[in-house]
């Protein structure tokens, strides 16, 4: 049994653990980034912390999210490090049990970032691997090098207004 977290994305639901789930937010300003993958929308100043902000849509189908009103920033902490998935919506916290869990065996279908598939009130929900969606993003690194330097660029400039 775990809690997960029921995004929309292209019309599709998914589920994050809500042991991986920091916070849920409203959308605020991004600060783009130049240069970086079209998943990448830029970097973002929550509760002190700069993170990077990832198009969810952009990843998955190849498709910017649809901002709207239901457009929600998910904070994630993933082995690698914390981001923010820009979502549709999210949705509910919903429990989902083991035995409502399938494998995928068709190695066709098989992708490392879904851990499954679960049947939740007659709905499909796949179920995201945080931590191997993250790990497959070639440019992981460079995205953590950015934040270090915004990070450090601020620290920088608060130190001069001191």
């Known amino acids: 049994m775990e809690q997960q977290v029921i995004i929309k994305i292209n019309e599709v639901e998914f589920g994050i653990p809500v042991s991986q789930v920091i916070s ?3 959308t605020v300003e991004l600060t783009p980034i130049p240069n970086t993958p079209s998943y990448m929308l830029g970097i973002v100043d ?15 189908f190849n498709k910017q999210v649809n901002q709207d009103d239901n457009t929600r920033l998910i904070i994630v902490k993933s082995v690698h490090q914390t ?3 820009m979502v ?6 919903t ?8 494998s995928l065996q068709n190695q066709s279908l098989k992708q490392s970032f879904i851990a499954g598939l679960a049947k939740v009130n007659e709905k499909l929900i796949s179920l995201l691997n945080v931590d ?10 460079l995205i953590q090098d950015y934040v270090r330097q915004s990070i450090h660029g601020q620290n920088e400039s608060s130190k001069q207004q001191n």
């Open 24 to 26: 849920i937010e409203k």
């Open 46 to 60: 929550i509760r002190e912390q700069v993170l990077p902000v990832l198009d969810l849509n952009m990843l998955l």
């Open 83 to 85: 981001i923010v998935l």
């Open 88 to 93: 549709e919506e999210a949705k509910e916290i």
């Open 95 to 102: 429990v989902i049990y083991e035995e409502d869990i399938q």
């Open 132 to 141: 191997d969606l993250m790990g497959n993003l070639t440019s992981m690194d």
